[in-house]
């Protein structure tokens, strides 16, 4: 599933708030987690809407460099002297790994849900909930 704004959704799993969101049955992060008040817990199966969907895959300065020059080549190659483009391609050409590996690397999506109930949870992995 990939979650839109607007769309109904189904928890999938018993969540703990404790400080950080985390499903129920993993234990508690360690960093920078003290004893606290209390907690919450959101049963699997409540229901809402996804108010917000953020994607996240962070880029290194290899791959900015890469679309960079990828796009100088693209648009301006044909106009270069054979120097100059051979070069150009040669550097897009060193960079291409790391453009590779970024392409492969998982897009991290995180939700903003606002349940029935009136509770919003903020910044929650996507793949903890089903559409409707």
């Known amino acids: 599933m990939t979650p839109t704004v607007g769309l109904r959704v189904k928890l999938t799993a018993d969540l703990r708030l404790a400080g950080q969101v985390v499903p129920a049955d993993e234990p508690p992060g360690e960093a920078g987690t003290g004893p606290g008040a209390g907690f919450l817990v959101l049963a699997a199966g409540v229901e809402g809407t996804v108010e917000r969907v953020d994607e996240d895959r962070p880029q290194s300065h290899e ?6 020059l990828k796009s100088l080549l693209d648009d301006f190659g044909h106009q270069m002297p054979p120097g100059s483009r ?3 391609e040669e550097q897009v050409a060193a960079l291409e790994p790391e453009w590779t590996a970024y392409r492969e690397r998982k897009l991290r999506l995180t939700v ?3 349940f029935d109930n009136g509770f ?4 929650a992995p996507g793949d903890l909930f089903v559409s409707l």
């Open 63 to 68: 791959v900015r460099e890469y679309e960079r």
């Open 120 to 123: 919003a949870l903020d910044d």
């Open 112 to 114: 903003r849900v606002r």
């Open 86 to 88: 051979r070069q150009l």
